[in-house]
């Protein structure tokens, strides 16, 4: 016999840890726009001169922030199911911070190029920003075409680029604690194995909700 208590559990549990892994550039972000607003510098800036284009930066964070924090509710179904308009506007609100974070990425790792970053990792993330925002496109047009399914399929994939840099302190932290500091090619490697690692997790859950629906 089934209670609503294992359920709830289930519904809450998935934005509760998808919130926790996307602390890390909320935090991140949070502490840089406090930075470019007067206050101390408290993470490294990574050879980057922000204030020569603050503007790009702060639509950046603050479109990476909200894509964060919103995008996990829209992973608990209860609350989905019960809140049906506010899911629509939600999900407007996402794709178009999704598509501002992606196209401010693009243009910093584009502009704000530092000398010591391998090319490798350029390219990688030139790649993966143009992928979240072919992922948000098809994830909007299938919604118009009442594709459900594909709806699903593609804005969790696009939710799961957005949610990289979680990721990427475990990867690249977890090699620092071992290693020590990677070289410009390991970083690349370490930085595109977070986002294949949360590539990876999305194809899996989307697999498994569509063999649920059909069962």
Excluded: K
């Amino acid at each position: 016999m089934t209670t609503t208590t294992p359920r709830r559990r289930t519904t809450w549990g998935v934005p509760a840890g998808l919130i926790a892994l996307g602390l890390v550039p909320v935090v991140a972000g949070s502490l840089r726009l406090a930075e470019l607003g007067g206050g101390p510098q408290l993470i490294a800036s990574g050879g980057r001169d922000y204030a020569s284009a603050p503007g790009f930066l702060v639509a950046h964070i603050v479109a990476v922030i909200g894509y964060a924090v919103l995008g996990a509710f829209q992973f608990a179904p209860g609350f989905r199911a019960r809140r049906r308009g506010w899911h629509r506007v939600a999900g407007r609100l996402l794709v178009g911070c999704g598509l501002v974070g992606a196209v401010s990425g693009l243009w910093l790792s584009l502009f704000q190029h530092r000398p010591e970053i391998s090319p490798l990792l350029t390219g990688i993330r030139l790649v993966v920003g143009t992928a979240w925002i072919v992922f948000l496109v098809l994830g909007f047009t299938a919604i118009r075409r009442r594709d459900f399914a594909g709806h699903r399929a593609w804005m969790t994939r696009a939710y799961a680029i957005a949610l990289g840099a979680g990721t990427q302190a475990f990867t690249v932290g977890g090699w620092q604690l071992a290693v020590g500091t990677p070289d410009p090619f390991a970083e690349s490697l370490l930085m595109l194995a977070g986002w294949l690692v949360n590539l990876a997790v999305a194809e899996w859950a989307i697999r498994r909700s569509t063999a649920r629906r059909a069962a």
